[in-house]
């Protein structure tokens, strides 16, 4: 999992995918190329690039399979936002290196904290949340696709460096 800048190919084409599959799910049907562009027009997803945050494209046996970002909120956390793997990665350990990478590059910015927000219906992504130590918090941020938020402590070592 390496940082990767937002105008690659990969990176384009998983967020592209991205948005389909949660957009997808929410409006429980297939979603046009052209509805993509515009969901993908007002993300803000350049502040994901330093020194805000980060986006990182994970890849398997060289193939560009998952993808997520973590943006500095404010001096203590960061915020783990679009993180997908492809359907055909899941079940392979990418979204546990995702969620690995991604808290590192937390860190490197000085975040001590990690949270999020997603919705109830990503059943998934919420098991994966879990089972790495996020618990709900409250809500933090409202907006209309978010149902539920999480958080976890980042750990770091007595010299302050990422443990």
């Keep these: ?9 990969d990176a384009i084409a998983l967020r592209r995918d991205y948005y389909a599959d949660v957009a997808g799910s929410y409006w429980r049907r ?4 052209a509805e993509i562009d515009e969901g993908l027009a007002d993300d ?6 330093a020194p805000t ?17 973590v943006l500095l909120l404010d001096a203590e956390r960061a915020e783990l936002t679009r993180v997908f ?12 290196a995702l969620l690995t990478a991604l ?3 937390a860190r490197r910015l000085g975040a001590r ?9 990503l059943v998934g992504a919420r098991t994966l949340y879990t089972r790495h130590g996020y618990r709900e918090i409250p809500a933090y941020c409202e907006g209309p696709y978010m149902d539920v938020w999480y958080g976890r402590e980042l750990v770091h070592g007595a010299d ?4």
């Design 1 to 9: 999992m390496l940082p990767e800048r937002l105008d690659s190919p």
């Design 30 to 33: 297939h979603i046009t190329d």
């Design 44 to 49: 803000d997803a350049a502040l994901l690039t």
């Design 53 to 69: 945050g980060e986006f990182a494209v994970g890849r398997h046996d060289g193939e560009a399979a998952a993808c997520g970002g």
């Design 85 to 96: 793997v492809r359907p055909a990665f899941r079940g392979t350990g990418g979204g546990s």
């Design 103 to 105: 808290e590192d590059a």
């Design 113 to 121: 904290r990690m949270v999020l927000n997603t919705r109830l219906d």
């Design 160 to 163: 302050g460096a990422a443990a």
